[in-house]
């Protein structure tokens, strides 16, 4: 199952890339979001808190992209680094984050992410330390 998760979430992060963020409404009624402690009003969000919590990220940017710029198998899961750049509402000002997200898999859906700010994190929390 692997490398059909690892084809998904290219796919994913392909639209994602052009601001395409579609995607996310096909994701299962009890998908969680687990944000960075480093983020903002960090914390664990399920269902639709979790989508209400992306669409607020992502409104909160102008021209707003996520490339993935790594992606790592590893079973149900996909580790992913990302490279997000948008301007935040308001300002002229482009900024970039680089973070790693896990994406976890139940059959062919993305049920989980989990996004962490270092990649020994990601890795460790999917058991490739």
Do not use: C
Not at 27 to 54: C, M, N, Q, W
Request: proline share 3%; glycine share 8%; aromatic share 10%.
């Amino acid at each position: 199952m692997s490398q059909e998760n690892v084809e998904a979430v290219r796919a994913l992060y392909e639209l994602t890339a052009r601001g395409d963020f579609s995607a996310m409404d096909a994701f299962p009624d009890d998908f969680e979001f687990v944000t960075s402690p480093e983020l903002p009003d960090a914390g664990t969000y399920k269902a639709e808190a979790a989508r209400h919590f992306i669409r607020g990220w992502i409104e909160s940017f102008q021209q707003l992209t996520i490339d993935a710029t790594e992606i790592i198998g590893a079973g149900e899961k996909v580790v992913i680094a990302i490279v997000q750049r948008g301007r935040p509402r308001g300002t002229d000002t482009v900024v970039e984050g680089r973070w790693w997200q896990v994406v976890t898999f139940r059959g062919a859906e993305i049920a989980r992410i989990e996004t962490f700010a270092e990649r020994a994190q990601a890795l460790k929390a999917v058991g490739l330390e």
